[in-house]
């Protein structure tokens, strides 16, 4: 198992915003979780409390309480804490109506408003995890993968791994694995129990990635003993491990090369009370970049490198205005303080305009001298660090998407039993075509042999008179520029 590291670091955020600590049992509840969207394909879209505008969803978007899902002709993953896992099928909505914690137990509530949806849960003792369909709420009181069909006019569950315990007007059935319960609405019987359907495209789909993810995770739990779920399959699938002295066994991303650099492909966003909040344009960039640190090794390049500290935060940079005054940041070496110059500073300090911010352009970075003159900034309340927060905030309000719901033409149950749609016709949109091995087909760049593939344009990078550019890696994932060498997949533990 991963060695932790002896010096725990607390890494903040510019505002010093963190998930707080859970609710005492008995006390009003935290609704302070956050749950990551890691997988997209075709049209998702997404929205905050079914009151604002309907935005593009894109991987590695946090998702907390009270926001909504939709898919027209693509798919949808999100991924909580605990290792559960929600797969959306083509035209479906779903809310993520609660997100809570008590005493430490995570309680979540979903509701799948229409279309077709399936659920991974594997719950610690003191869990609860709950789905909403129609009339019927499903409580699976162990370890269990279900799958929902909500209709205009009625909803079916049908278990295929564990148990699961079915309320609906006032009756609690129990339904065991191969079952499928369905109701009309309206109905006043006791609906219909019966054998599962045989299983589609969708349930295929399912069933392979789920295969994927667990593999992904148990090998990336011999390098990394973490408490939580969400993002470790990524680092199996998009990068390998290295030894680096001092700290013990660190991630590196395939493909990437000498112009790359931590925290340049993706963007800023503001999701409530959270402070500027960092969307990786990269496929794994979910762990990386809201737990541990990085380091810079001259035998290696960029090193992700784990802490024993595993609390989320909004980006684990340390921001710096420079020169011009414009807000810069750093990625943070897992083992400093908030207080000083950032150790990392002079190797990669991206930056952009605040036009740039709100209107998500390509970051730069600047290297070496052209760093020379930059100042960490030590206070929330600094001017250029607040225009910062605002343009982030700009930035998550970008103009409207069609609204999922106004080409919603839902499709009616036929009479009995459940029917096996996918979501095809649900909204009058088709099943996309099954693709394998799709774990790694999520709207990115990736490479044939599935490492992320940086983008043809590399990253602009400012000093000591030179310019550079990311690499792609070769088809066997390994890691091009110099940095690492190798085409067969990324390193291995001794």
Same mark, same amino acid.
Request: no cysteine; net charge neutral; hydrophobic share 40%.
């Given at each position: 198992m991963f060695r932790r590291i $002896?010096? +725990?670091?607390?890494?903040?955020?510019a505002?010093?915003l963190f998930?707080?600590?859970p609710?005492?049992?008995?006390?009003?509840l935290s609704?302070?979780r956050?749950?990551?969207?890691s997988?997209t394909?075709?049209d998702?879209?997404?929205?905050?409390?079914g009151?604002?505008?309907w935005?593009?969803?894109v991987?590695?978007?946090?998702l907390?309480e009270?926001?909504?899902?939709a898919?027209?002709?693509g798919?949808a993953?999100?991924?909580f804490?605990n290792?559960a /896992?929600a797969?959306?099928?083509?035209?479906?909505v779903?809310?993520?109506?609660?997100?809570?914690?008590?005493d430490?137990a995570?309680?979540?509530?979903?509701?799948?408003m229409?279309?077709?949806?399936?659920f991974?849960?594997?719950p &610690?003792r003191? &869990?609860?995890?709950a789905?909403?369909a129609?009339?019927?709420q499903?409580h699976p009181?162990g370890?269990?993968r279900?799958r929902?069909?909500v209709?205009?006019?009625g909803?079916?569950? +049908?278990?295929?791994?564990?148990?699961?315990d079915?309320?609906s007007?006032?009756?609690t059935?129990?339904?065991?694995s191969?079952?499928?319960?369905?109701?009309?609405s309206?109905?006043?019987?006791?609906?219909?129990?019966?054998?599962?359907?045989h299983g589609?495209a969708?349930?295929?789909w399912?069933?392979?990635r789920d +295969?994927?993810?667990e593999?992904a995770?148990a090998?990336t739990s011999n390098?990394?003993?973490s408490p939580?779920?969400y993002g470790?399959?990524d $680092?199996?699938?998009?990068?390998?491990?290295?030894?680096?002295p001092?700290y013990?066994y660190?991630w590196?991303?395939?493909?990437?090369?000498?112009?790359w650099s931590? =925290?340049?492909?993706?963007?800023?966003?503001n999701?409530?009370? =959270?402070?500027?909040?960092?969307v990786s344009?990269e496929p794994?960039?979910?762990?990386p970049y809201?737990?541990?640190?990085?380091?810079f090794s001259p035998?290696y390049?960029w090193v992700?490198?784990?802490t024993?500290?595993?609390?989320?935060?909004?980006?684990?940079?340390?921001?710096?205005?420079t020169?011009? #005054?414009? /807000? #810069?940041?750093?990625?943070?070496?897992?083992?400093e303080?908030?207080?000083?110059?950032?150790?990392n500073?002079?190797?990669?300090?991206v930056?952009n305009? !605040?036009?740039? /911010?709100?209107s998500?352009?390509?970051?730069s970075?600047?290297r070496?001298s052209?760093?020379?003159g930059?100042?960490?900034?030590?206070?929330?309340g600094?001017?250029?660090?607040v225009?910062?927060?605002?343009?982030?905030?700009?930035?998550?309000q970008?103009? !409207?998407a069609a609204?999922?719901?106004?080409f919603v033409a839902?499709q009616r149950m @036929?009479a009995?039993g459940a029917?096996r749609?996918a979501?095809? #016709?649900?909204l #009058?949109?088709?099943? @996309?075509?099954y693709?394998?091995?799709? /774990?790694?087909?999520?709207?990115?760049g990736?490479?044939?042999?599935?490492?992320f593939?940086?983008?043809?344009?590399g990253?602009?990078v400012?000093g000591?008179?030179h310019?550079?550019s990311?690499t792609?890696?070769?088809?066997?994932g390994?890691h091009?520029?110099?940095?690492i060498s190798?085409?067969?997949g990324g390193?291995?533990?001794?």
């Open positions: $002896l010096t +725990s670091v607390a890494l903040l955020s505002f010093g998930v707080a600590a609710a005492a049992r008995g006390a009003e609704h302070v956050i749950v990551r969207l997988y394909a075709g998702v879209q997404w929205r905050v409390d009151g604002s505008s935005q593009k969803a991987v590695n978007t946090p907390r009270g926001m909504e899902l898919t027209r002709d798919r993953e999100v991924e804490e290792g /896992i797969w959306m099928a083509s035209n479906t779903m809310e993520l109506s609660q997100l809570a914690l008590d430490g995570k309680l979540s509530l979903l509701t799948v229409q279309g077709t949806a399936t991974y849960v594997n &610690d003191d &869990d609860s995890f789905v909403q129609g009339q019927l499903i009181p370890k269990a279900f929902v069909d209709f205009d006019d909803a079916s569950v +049908s278990v295929m791994r564990g148990t699961a079915v309320d007007r006032d009756t059935f129990h339904v065991n191969k079952r499928t319960l369905a109701f009309h309206g109905e006043v019987s006791d609906g219909l129990l019966e054998a599962n359907p589609d969708w349930d295929r399912v069933s392979d +295969s994927a993810v593999g995770r090998n390098y990394l003993d939580f779920g470790l399959a $680092l199996s699938f998009y990068g390998g491990w290295v030894n680096l001092g013990g660190g590196q991303p395939y493909g990437v090369g000498l112009g931590p =925290f340049y492909n993706g963007y800023w966003s999701f409530g009370g =959270f402070g500027p909040t960092w344009a794994w960039g979910w762990v809201h737990y541990g640190g990085w380091v035998g390049g992700w490198a784990p024993n500290s595993f609390v989320w935060s909004p980006a684990t940079v340390a921001f710096v205005r020169p011009t #005054g414009t /807000i #810069g940041w750093v990625p943070r070496n897992p083992r303080t908030t207080a000083g110059t950032p150790v500073m002079s190797r990669a300090l930056t305009s !605040a036009e740039g /911010i709100a998500r352009s390509a970051n970075i600047l070496g052209a760093t020379a930059s100042r960490p900034v030590s206070e929330a600094d001017a250029a660090l225009r910062f927060s605002q343009q982030a905030t700009l930035a998550a970008s103009p !409207a609204a999922p719901r106004s839902a @036929p009995g029917p749609n979501g095809a #016709g649900l #009058g949109g088709a099943v @996309p075509r693709q394998a091995p799709s /774990i790694f087909h999520s709207g990115h990736t490479t044939p042999g599935g490492g593939s940086a983008p043809v344009t990253p602009s400012s000591n008179s310019t550079s990311a792609t890696s070769p088809a066997g390994g091009s520029g110099g940095a190798g085409g067969g390193h291995g533990k001794p």
